[in-house]
């Protein structure tokens, strides 16, 4: 997943669609707005909302018309999912991500995988599992070409 | 017969002389083109304070001084204005004191003077004009144009105080060099004036030079916003916004028709809907606005506080229901006519210097028969493409009297 730096943001359902929107590429608020169905000017709050936490950032600006209309993008890092309810929308993009990969022909050695451990291990193998994300990272190139998405979670089955 | 004299001088400088017959006096206005939409952000406000500290009379000292002390003995008249895209120095006089005129409007804009006396006597009032606007909700539409636009043209005309407390005498000095050169300078001059007045203008101007402009030409940036000014007065007024078409777009008469139809005077759909037939508020106007580069429609609603939400929604099934019918040709017929005469009256008021002013910054001249013939072109057909301008997915929203969260709710509710 490309993207950075939470720091201490309220992932509410609207702020995260919105960000979730832009794992798709740049697009501008009206992009975004009609991708979601929603108001411009809603999005516009959400993104500069984002933006202010580092979550998203400009990218330049696209010609519309007579108008110009400012370009987001996902900033380059990961993002550290910290609100439990956004987890399902986490877990649906990266479905969605993963499809698109095996639409598109990309790596098939990608696959979800979905472990169930004890909760006392938990916590251990999460720091693992986030110590592996950051070996990955460290083997991109800043602005490389990413292809595959890893949506790292734990989460309690009922 | 519109006969007018228009030209440009070697250094870039146009001129524009329209006689008007019967005219007892002349209007000469010096239009230059530079306003807010040359500010950067950490300068928001300086076109406003430049413009009091170069055109307040009181502010002339020495030769400046003198020469309009002896054309206000003979009745003439000053006025300047800041805009988003142009600022400007109007003087009105009697035919036989032109020379003069003319003199003392080619010393102001070939010789700025900002002197540091100028600059503190008049940030203090343009600080006070700020407080006296931001504090009175009947100014506050303005924030309809920086709800809907990111900077410059999303930025105010006065700028916030904390800047304008900081502009400084160099920062002032500079940009006075700036804003005026004969190439951002249009003259326009109306009434008594015929076209031997050309001669006055190479006198005045012709030797006048400056360093040939590279001004980056950047479109207007839109933004759709929320804007909330809280309070806990029982009355709220909303003041929503899309974007249009600029004053040089074809679409742009029609969607002036389409403005008045929807939202002008006490015949149009969103005063029989909001007011008369629903009592949802006290006013309801619409309209558009139109500038070189940009243009938007606009409605304004003043109500009760518990009847926002409903007068909202009927709001917004009223802009999809003109969609869905827009108004016909005998609607379309009695308003574009409306227009038609307004431009051809407007050529016998003192407005027509500014609309010839607006459209010759553009390098364009104005006609009002021209632009009487461009209403009545307009066709129900036409009014109904203009309809689709009202996009409530694109709209900007300030609620006076509302906040942020409560504006997004309204509209998350209806769009």
Not at chain 1, 21 to 27: A, H, Q
Not at chain 2, 275 to 281: K, S
Request: glycine residues 8%; charged residues 25%; proline residues 6%.
């Amino acid at each position: 997943m490309t993207s950075a730096v939470g720091s201490g943001i309220q992932m509410e359902e609207s702020l995260w669609r919105t960000f979730t929107s832009l794992l798709d590429g740049p697009s501008t608020a009206r992009g975004v707005a009609t991708r979601l169905g929603r108001p411009v000017a809603t999005v516009v709050r959400n993104l500069n909302h984002l933006q202010a936490h580092g979550l998203v950032c400009e990218t330049g600006t696209d010609r519309v018309g007579h108008h110009i209309e400012r370009v987001y993008r996902l900033p380059e890092g990961a993002v550290r999912v910290k609100d439990e309810r956004a987890l399902g929308l986490a877990f649906h993009e990266t479905e969605r991500g993963l499809t698109l990969a095996s639409f598109n022909g990309l790596p098939s050695a990608a696959g979800m995988v979905s472990v169930c451990v004890p909760r006392e291990q938990a916590a251990g193998i999460m720091r693992r599992l986030q110590q592996l994300r950051e070996d990955i990272e460290a083997l991109q190139q800043e602005g490389g070409d990413v292809k595959v998405s890893f949506f790292l979670a734990g989460w309690t089955e009922d | 017969m519109e006969l007018y004299t228009t030209g440009y001088l070697d250094n870039g400088l146009g001129f524009l002389i329209a006689p008007r017959p019967g005219a007892h006096l002349i209007h000469l206005a010096a239009y230059l083109d530079h306003g807010v939409k040359d500010e950067r952000e950490q300068e928001n406000g300086i076109s406003h304070l430049l413009e009091h500290v170069l055109f307040n009379p009181n502010n002339l000292t020495g030769a400046q001084g003198k020469q309009w002390q002896a054309l206000a003995k003979s009745g003439a008249r000053i006025e300047a204005f800041t805009g988003k895209e142009h600022t400007r120095l109007g003087l009105s006089c009697l035919p036989r004191d032109l020379p003069k005129v003319m003199a003392f409007t080619a010393d102001l804009l070939r010789n700025p003077k900002v002197t540091k006396q100028a600059l503190e006597h008049e940030r203090k009032i343009v600080l006070d004009e700020i407080h006296r606007k931001r504090n009175r909700p009947e100014f506050l539409w303005t924030l309809v144009e920086e709800a809907l636009y990111a900077p410059p043209y999303g930025m105010s005309i006065l700028g916030p105080p904390d800047i304008v407390s900081q502009l400084n005498l160099k920062q002032m000095r500079q940009r006075a060099l700036d804003a005026c050169t004969p190439e951002r300078t249009r003259l326009v001059i109306a009434g008594k004036v015929d076209s031997s007045t050309v001669r006055l203008i190479e006198e005045h101007f012709e030797d006048w030079s400056a360093p040939p402009l590279h001004t980056e030409y950047r479109p207007v940036e839109i933004v759709p916003q929320l804007i909330g000014v809280p309070s806990r007065s029982e009355r709220v007024t909303l003041y929503l916004s899309c974007p249009g078409p600029a004053l040089g777009d074809p679409d742009r008469p029609a969607a002036e028709v389409f403005g008045a139809l929807f939202g002008g005077g006490l015949r149009s759909r969103m005063f029989q809907r909001l007011r008369e037939e629903r009592q949802l508020a006290y006013a309801a106007q619409g309209g558009s606005s139109h500038w070189r580069r940009s243009g938007y429609l606009f409605m304004a609603v003043d109500l009760a506080r518990e009847r926002v939400p409903e007068a909202f929604r009927t709001l917004m099934e009223l802009i999809q229901e003109v969609q869905d019918s827009p108004p016909g040709e005998e609607e379309t017929d009695e308003t574009r006519e409306g227009f038609a005469l307004k431009a051809l009256q407007e050529s016998e008021g003192p407005g027509l210097a500014t609309k010839l002013a607006q459209h010759w910054l553009n390098d364009e001249v104005y006609f009002p028969t021209r632009a009487a013939r461009m209403y009545r072109q307009v066709s129900a057909a036409d009014v109904k493409a203009a309809a689709a301008y009202l996009n409530p997915q694109q709209m900007a929203m300030v609620g006076i009297g509302l906040d942020e969260g409560e504006l997004a709710d309204l509209l998350e509710v209806v769009v």
